[in-house]
């Protein structure tokens, strides 16, 4: 069946160095991934997608990377800050499952000063 | 911006009662979404609806019932409250995946404690 999921529930970074969440899925149907940031007592919010065209999408410090053979997403971000902390969840989607969007159950980052 | 807005922050219901949560967006998008989230689950998709009137099961729609009346407002409804619903809910709302950009906008969720 369809799954998203993380290979690490917590991430503990020292401020200042980069951090990176991984993600695995299973639908080799899912063309499009998402990854949002959830912070403490707010929704998910957007924070960079990637269409399974592309293997490689740089934000403002975050880079999202896919690597469809092996079917593992993930999100690196640069100079970690203090407002990083929160839960990442990486999401999937594809035309052919009706606009369905699959979330994983997320990893936590916590930043250490 | 895009605006999703639950009504309700927190709710807390009684066992048996039926609750409603209600969900308006203001982006005219075609689909919406409910969402249960709950600690080390991640975010489980209860209904969505890709059109008025239109809803489709998501993985947990098991004591839950959704309304499509107007494309703006989707509702989640608990027929019979039980304390096994007692979570977050979050809706959400998106245009549809045939366009170029189809993540989704979240309101800012709705704490029910079912006692």
């Known amino acids: 069946g369809e799954s998203v999921g993380l290979h690490l529930p917590t991430l503990s970074v020292q401020e200042g160095d980069n951090s990176i969440i991984n993600c695995a899925y299973s639908?080799?149907?899912?063309?499009?991934f998402i990854w949002y940031k959830q912070e403490s007592g707010k929704g998910p919010q957007f924070i960079i997608d990637?269409?399974?065209?592309?293997d490689k999408r740089q934000g403002q410090r975050v880079t999202v990377l896919l690597n469809k053979t092996v079917k593992h997403l993930s999100l690196q971000i640069a100079a970690t800050q203090p407002g990083d902390s929160a839960v990442y969840f990486c999401a999937e989607t594809s035309r052919s499952s009706a606009s369905k969007i699959i979330f994983g159950s997320g990893t936590r980052l916590s930043i250490r000063p | 911006d895009v605006k999703v807005t639950q009504s309700s922050r927190y709710l807390v219901k009684r066992t048996g009662e039926k609750v409603f949560l209600e969900c308006v967006q203001d982006m005219d998008h075609e689909n919406m979404f409910w969402y249960r989230q709950d600690p080390g689950l991640g975010l489980r998709l209860i209904y969505f609806s890709y059109d008025v009137k239109m809803k489709e099961k998501g993985d947990i729609p098991e004591g839950y019932s959704v309304s499509r009346e107007k494309k703006e407002r989707f509702s989640l409804i608990l027929e019979s409250a039980s304390t096994n619903q007692t979570s977050m809910y979050l809706c959400?709302?998106?245009?549809?995946?045939?366009?170029?950009?189809?993540?989704?906008?979240f309101g800012q969720g709705t704490r029910l404690t079912v006692v």
């Open positions: 639908n080799s149907a899912s063309d499009y």
């Open positions: 990637i269409r399974s065209n592309m």
């Open positions: 959400a709302s998106s245009p549809p995946t045939q366009g170029t950009n189809t993540e989704a906008f």
